[in-house]
C-alpha cells in the first residue's frame, strides 16, 4: 500500500521516522551496526544526499540487519537506494564513531561498477552523483573523508 502513496508524502514519513530514531537514540544510546559503501566507476566516486537526516553528502549505507552480515548488507542497501547488484566486495576496514547519540560500528567496503547507470530510490535519496576524489562537494558527512582514506582514495 505505501507504493501507491505519492513520493512527497512518503518522503516526510521517512523524515518523521528519523525524527523518531533521533529521540529514541538519544534515550537509549544504542550501538548501531552499519555499512558504508566506496563505489567508484573508473576516477569518479559515488555520492548520495538523503532526503531525510542532515542531508550532507554521503557514501551509500545503511543499517545490518540481526543475522545478516555485513557484505550482506551492503548487497541489500546497495540493491534497494540504488537498484545496483554487487557481489564483489572489498573491505576496507571498519570505523566506530558517534552520531546523535548513537554508538555506530561502520563496516566500510569498497567496489569497481563496470558502469555508472544507477537508478536511486527516489524517497530515500534526493540526489546520488559521481565526483572526482578531488573535487568533491563541500558539504559532506561525517565519515566520508576517514573512510575514503581507508580505500586509498585522496579527498581534497
Not at 73 to 84: P, V
Request: hydrophobic share 45%; glycine share 8%; net charge positive.
Amino acid at each position: 500500500m505505501h507504493a501507491l502513496l505519492p513520493v512527497p508524502i512518503r518522503r516526510l514519513g521517512y523524515r518523521f521516522a528519523y525524527l523518531g530514531l533521533r529521540l529514541w537514540w538519544l534515550v537509549r544510546k544504542p550501538q548501531v551496526t552499519g555499512v558504508k559503501c566506496v563505489l567508484t566507476h573508473g576516477d569518479r566516486l559515488l555520492l548520495v544526499r538523503h532526503t531525510y537526516g542532515d542531508r550532507e553528502w554521503d557514501l551509500p549505507g545503511g543499517s545490518v540487519k540481526r543475522n545478516e552480515t555485513p557484505a550482506a548488507a551492503a548487497r541489500r542497501e546497495m540493491l534497494e537506494e540504488l537498484g545496483i547488484s554487487v557481489d564483489d566486495w572489498v573491505l576496507v576496514g571498519r570505523l566506530a564513531g558517534r552520531v546523535h547519540h548513537r554508538a555506530d560500528d561502520l563496516h566500510c567496503f569498497l567496489a569497481e561498477l563496470s558502469t555508472s547507470a544507477i537508478t536511486i530510490d527516489r524517497v530515500e535519496l534526493e540526489a546520488a552523483s559521481w565526483f572526482q576524489p578531488g573535487e568533491l562537494p563541500a558539504a559532506l558527512a561525517r565519515y566520508v573523508q576517514p573512510i575514503l582514506s581507508r580505500a586509498g582514495l585522496r579527498a581534497r
